[in-house]
């Protein structure tokens, strides 16, 4: 099967993907052969078709830039393996290598087994690196559109993290009784060879070196059947012929299991040659310490990995996404067509979108313990989704570290202040939370690392569409419209103005019918804002707990609000003198003023227009 490799600047820009004997196209807005990370592709650039064991590759009229082959513009032309084509910044090359495992490997001179005991103890001597790949796995699984690109994607997180690996592969060690990636039942016949078979699922090597892919098939029964990770170690010869088994060249390879439910019999493959970071060998403890880090590194992208499919087996498993509805939002399911209740339909509701922020400074002071700090983020996403879901909301959607629920749908509310009070109740319980379980809390290992977390919210009432939307191909249950939008610019401006809660107008005229006596928070309007991107204005509004801040302050920067936007800003001054000096609406406000000298810019209407997100 022949199959082409697009590689662009960086390791995480590429794929590796099966040719079909049929037409397709490529481009960087195709269905399945995308490639996102190069603007100078056209959305639909060329198309291919495998023919024997060549490509035809031919430029689509609508293609912006040229396609080099062999050095000069070409618009059509033949590939075979070995060969590439060049768009843009990134370069396309057919391989025709076969992935297979194999008895035909030396035996190891040296085998060893690591438990996860022992892992957790074991210090990254690169952890700035290895926390910076990290970071940047939220982006590569909200881009993965089915179960084939979040693999893609995972295999090149653990490229760009073990830097050591030329090859990487997830493998499964099949029964008869096990799936296939995707959930659907393998055919597994009646042939008692095909129980306990090795299918290499995805794979992939860095760089465009040729040769078959043949892990050891020893190596993968061990350390799935022992359920921990083992790694083999031989020393051989290099072999000069240019036909050669690119595993052989390897002199190392370990297994880490990642099986469960979702993932039955998996593994990823590492491989590599026997020579550490910075030319040290893996006979020196200094070789063996960095293949002990990158080992667990490749367990802890691993055990992301299995949390993922295990994820999206429940999605699978739940009809009409019933997994991220409340008990309350359940009850409009009762004794009606599940389609007709999912069905977009326009409806009043109030948006929450909630980020959690602390997550880059924490990570750099839980370098040695990675597990723990992704155990603390999903305790702490863990608070936003189910304060939405006890509240009667919606979970809408993920991105990356924040999430976003609303209400007013299925269910209609009874009040039409019922939304917003929800929504406000929801917020200030996940604000107390996170004071309380996530902030200054001492990290079970070190004492002297603080889990420093809180959240930044904002919320918006008005008209959405809500409902079951999205394409053919993808769909999901979430809120469609401005008032959406709006929420979630209002969220990125608490960073900006240093407030956890922010709200618009309409929710705050709803709110104060629905709460009363000592329960009611506290709410001041900051000014009237154009947001980053948005072409209108709109008065933003902090939401605080009942009791944090004085009816006196609160009149005092009413006061300083209104001559500040009637540009009296010496007498602004005069009044923010009366809060506290730690007061963020003080801050801002001043910080704004001293940013233009003190003097209102010219034409200036009162509105604050924000330069970023």
């Not at 040229?66 to 000069?72: D, H, I, K, L, M």
């Not at 957790?120 to 940047?136: E, K, P, T």
């Not at 860095?206 to 043949?214: A, K, S, W």
Request: glycine letters at 8%.
């Amino acid at each position: 099967m022949l199959e082409l490799i697009a590689q662009g600047t960086n390791i995480e820009s590429r794929w590796r993907r099966q040719l079909p004997d049929q037409t397709i196209e490529l481009g960087r807005a195709t269905e399945t052969y995308k490639v996102p990370w190069d603007s100078q592709i056209s959305r639909r650039h060329v198309k291919l078709l495998a023919a024997g064991n060549t490509v035809r590759v031919e430029r689509l009229p609508g293609a912006t830039n040229p396609v080099f082959y062999g050095g000069q513009e070409r618009d059509l032309f033949e590939i075979a393996p070995g060969e590439h084509f060049v768009i843009g910044k990134t370069t396309f090359t057919l391989a025709a290598d076969r992935a297979f495992v194999s008895l035909d490997v030396p035996n190891p001179i040296s085998q060893k087994t690591y438990s996860p005991e022992f892992l957790r103890q074991v210090s990254y001597r690169d952890a700035d690196r290895r926390i910076d790949v990290l970071n940047r796995i939220p982006e590569a699984i909200s881009s993965a559109g089915n179960t084939e690109d979040l693999l893609i994607r995972m295999v090149n997180t653990l490229m760009a993290g073990i830097v050591s690996a030329s090859t990487i592969g997830i493998v499964q060690l099949e029964n008869a009784a096990m799936k296939a990636p995707g959930g659907f039942p393998k055919d597994s016949g009646s042939s008692e060879s095909k129980k306990n078979s090795i299918e290499i699922i995805h794979w992939d090597r860095r760089g465009f070196d040729t040769g078959d892919f043949q892990p050891s098939e020893t190596l993968i029964r061990q350390a799935i059947h022992a359920n921990e990770t083992i790694l083999h170690i031989w020393h051989q010869p290099r072999r000069m012929s240019t036909e050669y088994t690119c595993d052989y060249e390897n002199d190392w390879a370990f297994v880490s299991p990642i099986s469960s439910d979702a993932s039955p019999g998996w593994g990823i493959y590492v491989a590599g040659c026997n020579q550490g970071k910075n030319g040290s060998s893996l006979d020196s403890g200094s070789g063996q310490a960095d293949l002990q880090g990158d080992i667990k590194f490749c367990e802890l992208v691993g055990s992301t990995l299995r949390n993922l499919l295990l994820v999206r087996q429940l999605e699978r498993q739940q009809s009409s996404l019933r997994a991220f509805f409340s008990p309350i939002v359940m009850e409009a399911f009762a004794g009606r067509d599940p389609e007709d209740v999912l069905s977009p339909r326009n409806c009043d509701v109030s948006v929450l979108f909630c980020d959690l922020r602390g997550f880059s400074r924490t990570s750099e002071q839980m370098a040695d313990n990675l597990l723990e700090l992704l155990a603390r983020v999903s305790d702490a996403l863990g608070i936003t989704t189910s304060k939405i879901l006890d509240f009667g909301g919606v979970i809408g959607d993920f991105h990356g570290d924040s999430a976003m629920g609303f209400w007013g749908w299925p269910l209609e509310p009874k009040q039409d202040f019922e939304n917003a009070v929800a929504a406000v109740k929801a917020a200030l319980e996940i604000q107390q939370l996170a004071a309380t379980e996530l902030r200054g809390k001492p990290s079970a290992q070190n004492s002297r690392v603080k889990h420093d977390f809180q959240f930044g919210m904002g919320i918006a009432s008005g008209e959405a569409v809500a409902g079951k939307i999205g394409t053919r191909d993808q769909v999901k249950v979430t809120a469609f419209g401005p008032v959406v939008n709006t929420a979630a610019r209002l969220e990125g401006m608490t960073r900006l103005l240093d407030c956890s809660i922010l709200a618009d107008i309409e929710t705050i005229q709803r709110i104060e019918l629905g709460f009363s006596g000592g329960d009611r928070p506290v709410t001041r309007r900051l000014g009237r804002f154009q947001p980053f991107g948005m072409k209108s204005s709109l008065d933003v509004f902090q939401v605080m707990p009942a009791g944090a801040i004085s009816c006196d302050e609160l009149e005092a920067f009413d006061r300083a609000l209104t001559l500040f936007q009637s540009g009296d800003w010496t007498r602004t001054n005069n009044e923010l003198g009366l809060l506290a000096i730690g007061d963020s609406a003080r801050q801002y406000l001043t910080s704004y003023m001293n940013m233009h000298q003190g003097s209102p810019p010219e034409n200036w209407d009162g509105v604050i227009r924000m330069q970023g997100k």
